[in-house]
Structures are given as structure tokens and as C-alpha cells.
């Protein structure tokens, strides 16, 4: 079992920046990779942001240039830095960790709001 709890939502203005913070507990050592997701009202999750275990990243087009995700090893914690936040950026955040083996499992934290204003 994996554990994953997410902080540092908010509020901000357009423009601003917010760092997402996720703790990954439990089978640490199954984890495969650990990713940010987003859910928007009416909208389904999609994923924005991915760093697999030897550090290679994968972000969505929506976010590329502006979020930098990373990972701390040591505070078994992976990061979300969003820069020049926009409107459209507010959602649910969820942290993902997934297992491939010996079966493929999602796991999931309950999700941080984040509000962009205009």
C-alpha cells in the first residue's frame, strides 16, 4: 500500500505562483513513478505533470514552461512548483503514485484546491 498526502493549494491572482508539496509513505520501494494530475469542475482529470524514479519528466502542453515538477528522496516528497498561473489552471490537484509490479496499481491522495483569479 502507498500513502500520499498533498498541500500547499490556495488561492492566488493570475500570475502568481504556488508549490504543491506530496508526501509518498508505505511501499515506497514499489512506487514507479509519482505524478501530478488535475481535476476541474465538468471537466475529467487529466494529467499535468510526471517524474519517474530515474528523474525523467513528462508535462503536459498546457503546462509546459510554467509547473516543474521534482522529487526529494530524502523527504520521500515530490514537488509541483507552478509559476505564471492562469485562470484556467484552477482544479483539484491530486498526487498519483503508481505500481507496476506485480500488478499495476493507481494510488491517490484527496486532492488540494487550487483558485486562480483573474
Known amino acids: 500500500q502507498v500513502q500520499l498526502v498533498e498541500s500547499g493549494g490556495g488561492l492566488v491572482q493570475a500570475g502568481g505562483s504556488l508549490r504543491l508539496s506530496c508526501v509518498v509513505s508505505?511501499?515506497?520501494?514499489?512506487?514507479?513513478?509519482v505524478g501530478w494530475y488535475r481535476q476541474a469542475p465538468g471537466k475529467q482529470r487529466e494529467q499535468v505533470a510526471v517524474v519517474g524514479n530515474l528523474g525523467s519528466t513528462t508535462y503536459a502542453d498546457s503546462v509546459k514552461g510554467r509547473f516543474t515538477i521534482s522529487r526529494d528522496n530524502a523527504k520521500n516528497t515530490v514537488y509541483l512548483q507552478m509559476n505564471s498561473l492562469k485562470p484556467e489552471d484552477t482544479a483539484v490537484y491530486y498526487c498519483?503514485?503508481?505500481?507496476?509490479?506485480?500488478?499495476?496499481?493507481?494510488?491517490w491522495g484527496p486532492g488540494t484546491q487550487v483558485t486562480v483569479a483573474s
Open positions: 498519483n503514485a503508481r505500481v507496476l509490479l506485480p500488478i499495476r496499481n493507481d494510488y
Open positions: 508505505g511501499s515506497i520501494g514499489s512506487v514507479n513513478g
